[in-house]
């Protein structure tokens, strides 16, 4: 039977799985849609995820410091725990500390600019004379803040601020008024930090601006956290575990490092929202496995008689495994490259949008190319099993 073959071709080396494909324009193109959406929906579920353990984590990650003191009700970024500024200053005793500084956050309510509806603000103060932001922009701008009610604002925020950047790069300051109508404040100078699901933008402050704006948020005497820095940062685990003796249960000494994982396990494991991005990443596999099934287990189907064929020639079915399987590499990476080139597009159109940073990496390529050809795979396992109905006696 092989030699029915023209000379010098062996079965074997023919792209009998992209022929297959191939030979049905429209459903192949159908069931790559259908894989691409599923992968897309896998991107966009993780997006969403990183975007918001970056906008929860940014903040922690510009902080210049050793050690940070919070208060244990403190769960999140979003919604900080006052403790008394006396226990920040309690450390200053501890041999190998160099400074503490108090570090104010609170949310403002602000009216929108060019707008009715008001905007909320994350108000981020502590003392100019003692920078805690590793932000050079910041850095270079800490004088301005010296002015009481003068802040400067973050130019990643979203668009329900209104076009407050572009104001004061045009004009060198903007005027902005609370909602309350109780206090108005003067934005000086730009920053690029990234807005957060909690708020809307950035603002920075003095220590003295923040607790004159947010008067109702932050209370007489008290800090939201505390920021500890080390003569020798080589002394940080001995002044930790001292620190942590110190205070014991009535505040949480934590590095950088410590604060962003704890931040992010939150996130992943204790809010609702890891749940719900967890959940829609399974049911992209979900979509994407019953898609490739359909579509093999059809092909497979339609095409019995001529894998009974090969049968008879004495093709083992090893050999027909291999096409089937093939067949959902293809489908795979067909639908799985532009999958990932939508998903760049959509990720800077939601950054630009909504001033949360959702970047695309290599861990998440990684990831969804290997879910979407870990299901492709798994669905061809279980269509394969047709391939047993393929009988060659019914050639004859």
């Known amino acids: ?12 080396d023919l792209p009998l799985a992209w022929l297959q494909l191939k030979r049905q324009p429209i459903r192949y193109l159908v069931a790559v849609t259908g894989i691409g959406f599923a992968a897309l929906l896998m991107y966009m579920q993780l997006g969403f995820q990183s975007g918001l353990l970056n906008s929860a984590t940014t903040f922690y990650e510009a902080l210049d410091t050793d050690l940070i003191l919070i208060s244990p009700g403190t769960l999140n970024s979003g919604n900080f725990q006052q403790f008394p500024q006396s226990l920040l200053y309690n450390a200053l005793g501890v041999e190998g500390v160099k400074q503490v500084i108090p570090i104010y956050v609170a949310n403002v309510n602000a009216q929108r600019l060019g707008g009715v509806k008001p905007t909320s603000l994350r108000l981020i103060g502590f003392d100019p004379a003692t920078n ?8 270079a701008q800490l004088d301005k803040l010296r002015i009481p009610n003068y802040v400067l604002f973050d130019a990643r925020g979203n668009r329900n601020t209104g076009p407050v950047a572009p104001a004061v790069q045009r004009n060198g300051y903007q005027e902005m008024l609370l909602s309350d109508f109780s206090k108005t404040f003067r934005i000086v100078g730009l920053f690029k ?5 909690a708020a809307d933008s950035n603002l920075i402050s003095s220590d003295s601006t923040a607790i004159n704006l947010a008067y109702r948020q932050i209370n007489e005497g008290e800090i939201s956290l505390g920021a500890v820095r080390l003569s020798d940062p080589a002394q940080v685990p001995r002044v930790q575990e001292f620190l942590r003796q110190r205070y014991g249960r009535e505040l949480q000494v934590l590095t950088k490092a410590e604060l962003i994982s704890q931040e992010r396990n939150y996130w992943n494991t204790s809010s609702s929202f890891g749940i719900i991005f967890g959940f829609g990443t399974i049911m992209g596999i979900l979509v994407g496995g019953v898609v490739v099934y359909q579509v093999l287990y059809t092909d497979v189907t339609d095409h019995l008689k001529e894998y009974a064929t090969l049968k008879a020639m004495g093709f083992s079915d090893t050999f027909l495994l291999v096409i089937v399987v093939q067949e959902a590499i293809i489908l795979a990476v067909s639908a799985f490259i532009p999958a990932t080139l939508a998903s760049a597009a959509l990720y800077a159109f939601l950054t630009s949008a909504s001033g949360i940073r959702i970047e695309m990496s290599s861990d998440k390529i990684l990831l969804v190319g290997s879910l979407t050809l870990g299901v492709c795979a798994a669905s061809s396992a279980i269509a394969i ?3 047993a109905d393929a009988d060659p006696a019914s050639v004859f």
């Open 1 to 12: 039977m092989r030699r029915l073959l023209p000379a010098g071709i062996n079965l074997a």
């Open 132 to 139: 805690v932001l590793k932000l050079p922009e910041v850095t």
């Open 193 to 197: 930090l990234g807005s957060i699901f």
């Open 385 to 387: 099993r047709k391939l």
